[in-house]
């Protein structure tokens, strides 16, 4: 797409996070069929990053202008890139992940000069795994003191991290 490939270019920023959301989607096998059943049920993680307060995710920004009022507005977003086999787990149904950056990569991202191929090798770094965190949580977190909270799911199949 153009216009992301021109804000890629032109309009890079980071994202500082201490950690993100996903949901998790299950199919559970119908007691009658044996099959997986065909509505999903869906469990929300926070994830972040093992012993890091924040981290970086690479994101683009673009100016936007709404035609019929003229208001002018910076919109900005988060590139994604593959999952890795952790994220693969936990955000099952598309299968990606934010591009979380190490230190040096966010450097070059934001402030080094790259041209487009070492753009879109940033763009598509895969944070490993092994060096990130997730937790379950409560189902209307949005509301609850402590967003991040643990909360455990009796009825939730693990997640199969390996090392």
């Known amino acids: 797409n153009k216009i992301y490939r021109d804000a890629a270019l032109h309009r890079r920023c980071l994202v500082l996070s201490s950690g993100f959301y996903e949901w998790r989607h299950v199919f559970p096998i119908g007691k009658k069929t044996g099959k997986p059943i ?51 787990q936990i955000h099952n149904t598309r299968k990606r992940m934010p591009a979380i950056l190490t230190e040096n990569l966010a450097w070059q991202w934001l402030s080094g000069n790259p041209d487009e191929a070492q753009i879109s090798t940033i ?30 799911y009796a009825d939730l199949p693990p997640l199969v991290i390996s090392a």
């Open 38 to 88: 065909k509505t999903a049920v869906k469990y929300p993680y926070h994830i972040g990053v093992k012993g890091s307060e924040y981290f970086y995710m690479a994101a683009i920004y673009n100016p936007w202008t709404d035609q019929a009022t003229g208001e002018h507005v910076d919109t900005c977003a988060i590139v994604t890139t593959a999952a890795n086999p952790l994220m693969e």
């Open 123 to 152: 763009g598509h770094f895969q944070f490993p795994a092994r060096e990130m965190e997730a937790c379950t949580i409560v189902k209307d977190f949005r509301e609850a003191p402590d967003p991040a909270e643990t909360f455990e």
